[in-house]
């Protein structure tokens, strides 16, 4: 077992970062909420605490409960902006509005004679006054940045060390993990895989387990580390609902029929098409498309015999972002959702939930899975049927696939590609001229997005000599487009997906 570190979260956005930089560093993190009672903090037995930001005044009525007495555990303890407020007023010193508010880069003076340096704020109160005991280490023109009782190995800062925004920022948080809990470093990657291995060894005995398939990177790597786990008794099944890009099914067989693994792919295309017939409205394509896949599984598991283990590719963020901790947590797109209940499997396996995108997609690289798949840029459950604007039917598919696989192929070229791109296939038909004929066809819609967490987005900055480039690809290489136009909209106020 590693050493842990606990991060305490009083609503703050940054909770994931500040786990992550820990882990990061070398050392376990968990997320847990700000109210968790003193004793069970001390059974968790942590070497450190990080309090994160909040978006409430110590004083506000809606701010997060927490025990006082974690602050008498003798467990180091590092608050951060909202975290540090709360250490500062609880210990007796004082809080209030400082003369600005500071949002932003603000440059930060040690008072030690050390170099300043420029950190990201993000607050309206401040601590005025540090509570006895406690020395300032550091300032802004205004205000205290952070402070410390070195003895009780209690610190606080104002600004916020775990974005990139905040320079030294990681050393910061090493500084308190390495000389402060005296952190082994002990938390690797290799350590998670052997210890899931055994575990899901010693859980399933010589039962079999069902895994639904999307060929998304979650369930891919959790495919990847339950064949390493249990070889001969992992069933995948993956319903190629056939609105996947092009290449992508075959793609997903060939990559899970190498391994020694049982892979069922249902081709259950014309299934689906059958389904959305007539359908033209985005949510109810999407309900009919989930509904649909539901129906399928459950027909192939039955088909299998009796399956006692139904395992998910969950992760971290999944569970933190439900605010639960116990359970199977299924996200409400999530390809298999309500299944267990339905199916009467015996438990549930998801042996990445303790892990993070970053990390998920780490542990697939060391499982063996190509680049190409664990990098994989998101795609939605239903696929391009969200991207056919109107009815989906063959047709129209097979004219999306082949334009999405020219902007695929055009933007993979670049040295950094935008998080996410592309292409859309429009309900509109424009005039065109092809050799000296009249042509009225299709207009497509080029997609590419640059965001970190898909919450919100801006459109990517394409060069005009590419975006021209695409665009004499798609109106010469795929018959019935006479047009392309490039998305510019933001999220919000549009979103990702036309649909
Ligand atoms: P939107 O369109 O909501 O998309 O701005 C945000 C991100 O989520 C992806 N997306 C989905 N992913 N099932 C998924 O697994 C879905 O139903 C779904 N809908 C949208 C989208 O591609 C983008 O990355």
Redesign the pocket.
């Known amino acids: 077992m590693s050493q842990t570190v606990l991060v305490l979260d009083f609503g703050g956005q940054y909770k994931e970062l500040i786990a992550r930089s820990v882990r990061n560093a070398g050392v376990y993190s968990v997320i847990k909420h700000g109210s968790m009672p003193a004793q069970q903090i001390k059974a968790l037995n942590p070497i450190g605490i990080i309090l994160t930001g909040g978006p409430n005044s110590v004083y506000g009525k809606n701010a997060v409960s927490y025990d006082r007495e974690l602050f008498n555990l003798g467990i180091p303890i590092l608050g951060i902006c909202y975290g540090m407020q709360l250490m500062c007023y609880v210990l007796g010193g004082e809080v209030g509005r400082g003369s600005v508010g500071e949002y932003g880069s603000v440059c930060v003076t040690p008072t030690n004679g050390g170099k300043p340096f420029t950190a990201l704020m993000s607050h309206r109160d401040v601590c005025l006054k540090p509570p006895l005991g406690f020395t300032v280490t550091a300032a802004t023109s205004n205000n205290i940045a952070s402070f410390e009782n070195a003895e009780k190995k209690l610190y606080g800062v104002q600004f916020h060390p775990e974005t990139a925004h905040t320079q030294g920022g990681k050393e910061i948080i090493k500084h308190f993990l390495f000389s402060v809990c005296a952190a082994k470093g002990d938390y690797r990657l290799d350590g998670y895989i052997k210890n899931q291995v055994s575990r899901i060894q010693a859980q399933v005995q010589s039962e079999r387990v069902l895994l639904g398939l999307s060929g ?1 990177v979650d369930s891919s790597v959790c495919a990847a580390l339950l064949s390493q786990a249990i070889p001969n008794r992992l069933v995948c099944v993956f319903v190629d609902h056939g609105f996947m890009r092009a290449g992508e099914g075959d793609e997903i067989e060939r990559i899970f029929k190498e391994k020694s693994l049982n892979f069922i792919r249902v081709n259950a295309a014309q299934r689906f098409l059958a389904r959305l017939k007539g359908v033209t409205e985005p949510e109810q394509k ?1 309900k009919i498309i989930g509904e649909e896949f539901v129906r399928v599984f459950e027909e192939e598991a039955k088909k299998l015999g009796s399956i006692p283990f139904l395992a998910q590719g969950t992760i971290y963020p999944d569970i933190v972002e439900s605010g639960g901790e116990k359970g199977a947590v299924i ?1 409400s ?3 298999v959702g309500g299944l267990p209940e339905r199916l009467g499997f015996k438990a549930v396996i998801e042996p990445l939930s303790g892990l993070f995108k970053d990390e998920v997609r780490k542990i697939g690289r060391k499982l063996g899975l190509p680049a190409a798949l664990t990098f994989r ?6 696929g391009l049927a ?1 991207r056919i604007m109107g009815e989906v039917t063959a047709q129209k598919l097979e004219t999306l696939r082949r334009a999405d696989a020219i902007v695929r192929e055009e933007l993979l070229r670049r040295k950094k590609p935008p998080s ?1 791109f592309f292409a859309v296939l429009t309900d509109t038909f424009s005039v065109g001229v092809k050799g000296d004929d009249r042509t009225f066809d299709r207009v497509i819609a080029v997609r590419a997005v640059q965001t970190d967490d ?2 919100t ?1 801006a459109y990517a900055p394409i060069p005009h000599t590419l975006l021209r480039k695409i665009s004499e690809r798609i109106t010469n290489e795929v018959e019935g487009v006479s047009r392309v136009v490039y998305d510019i909209t933001a ?1 919000p106020p ?5 649909e």
Request: aromatic content about 14%.
């Open positions: 998304g999407r996200k797109h999530h390809n840029q998101p795609f939605p459950g239903p969200i996410q898909f919450m987005c999220k549009s979103t990702v997906e036309w």
